[in-house]
């Protein structure tokens, strides 16, 4: 019975934390709709898009791994290495929400500490599928 209770007591302080940690910032956002529309522009101000999970590639994007681990982040640095750091750059997984998706943080912290001050977060709620493919946006082919 203690052990049960020291369970619910542990997972209710896992639950309170975890509901407390804010969503990303609308300034650390990009829209789906405006990283697509730049994408099929000719604007020398693209940003460079990275896939840091296992998902699709968006048109553009940089596959460069998981983010969670030791190679992914080594690899953000060294395709971002040699450019402006006012820049900006997307990371996206999508294997399901930005909000919860494991591989985003790692990888945005990583631009964060390299220098860059326009770091975005590509923003889909749900995940690829649902909220960048069914709309029609530029994939890899």
């Known amino acids: 019975m203690k052990k049960t ?10 639950l309170a934390a975890y509901s407390q940690t804010p969503l990303w910032t609308k300034e650390q956002l990009m829209p789906t709709k405006d990283l697509a529309e730049k994408i099929k522009t000719n604007a020398k101000d693209k940003p460079i898009v990275l896939n840091v999970g296992p998902m699709e590639l968006i048109k553009t ?3 460069v791994g998981r983010a969670t681990s030791v190679t992914g982040i080594e690899k953000i640095k060294s395709t971002v290495a040699m450019e402006n750091k006012n820049r900006v750059v997307v990371v996206y997984c999508g294997c ?6 494991p591989n985003i943080k790692p990888a ?6 390299a220098g860059f001050k326009n770091a975005k977060v590509l923003e889909l709620p749900v995940g690829i599928k649902p909220d960048w493919v069914a709309k029609g946006y530029p994939m890899e082919e």
């Open 5 to 14: 209770i020291a369970f619910l007591l542990l997972f209710a302080g896992t």
């Open 61 to 63: 994007a940089v596959d």
């Open 96 to 101: 399901c929400s930005y909000a919860s998706c």
């Open 108 to 113: 945005y912290d990583a631009l964060i500490s």
